[in-house]
């Protein structure tokens, strides 16, 4: 049986936590921020756990994380 591959654009957007949970980041924060409040910019900096439906999936991409 060969190796499996892991997803090389999931494993840059994703990283696992020290409890084993996997963490993600928020979209939109790249560009058009003039028209996007403080308080939205300053919460899109913040990392978030993936939910528990996404996390069958994110195993499929990521086998060995």
């Known amino acids: ?4 591959k892991t997803n090389r654009a999931a494993a840059k957007r994703f990283k696992k936590t ?3 949970k996997i963490k993600r980041w928020h979209p939109f924060k790249s560009h058009i ?3 996007k409040t403080r308080k939205r910019k300053r919460n899109l900096r913040k ?3 993936v939910d ?3 996390l069958a999936q994110l195993k499929k ?3 060995y994380f």
């Open 1 to 4: 049986m060969p190796k499996m």
């Open 18 to 20: 020290g409890s084993g």
């Open 33 to 35: 921020l003039t028209k």
């Open 47 to 49: 990392g978030v756990m």
């Open 52 to 54: 528990k439906d996404n």
């Open 61 to 63: 991409l990521l086998p």
